[in-house]
């Protein structure tokens, strides 16, 4: 089963940006989804972008939307979720998966593939 780690959280103030990299190792399948997911204190964890077909298609939360960019590197299986001008309500623990279809991401509870890892906090200021 693939493990990945997520990295690139930290602490900003709002309108500011980070970018979360989420890194596999063992094998992956780029013919199916990955997705990146947030869960605030207290709250239920729930998709925010999704990338499939290799990268070919994207799916983008409504509360993120024009704010967040999720993108896959061909050469490394790594996928990145941009995030600019981010709002205190992006605070949360952001984790990636493996996901069968766009439909799975978004889901809830979302429907993964395998385990969820470690995540990396994000922490949005006022």
């Known amino acids: 089963q693939v493990h990945l780690v997520e990295s690139g959280g930290g602490s900003v103030q709002a309108g500011g940006s980070l970018r979360l990299s989420c890194a596999p190792s063992?094998?992956?399948?780029?013919?199916?989804?990955m997705g990146w997911f947030r869960q605030a204190p207290g709250k239920e964890r729930k998709g925010v972008a999704a990338?499939?077909?290799?990268?070919?298609?994207?799916s983008i939360a409504d509360s993120v939307e024009g704010r967040f960019t999720i993108s896959r590197d061909k050469a490394n299986n790594t996928v990145y979720l941009q995030m600019n001008s981010l709002k205190p309500e992006d605070t949360g623990m952001y984790y990636c998966?493996?996901?069968?279809?766009?439909?799975?991401?978004?889901?809830?509870?979302?429907?993964?593939?395998?385990?969820w890892g470690q995540g990396t906090q994000v922490t949005v200021s006022s």
């Open positions: 990338i499939c077909a290799g990268g070919r298609t994207t």
């Open positions: 063992g094998y992956t399948d780029s013919s199916n989804c």
């Open positions: 998966a493996a996901a069968t279809s766009v439909v799975a991401v978004f889901r809830l509870p979302p429907d993964i593939v395998g385990d």
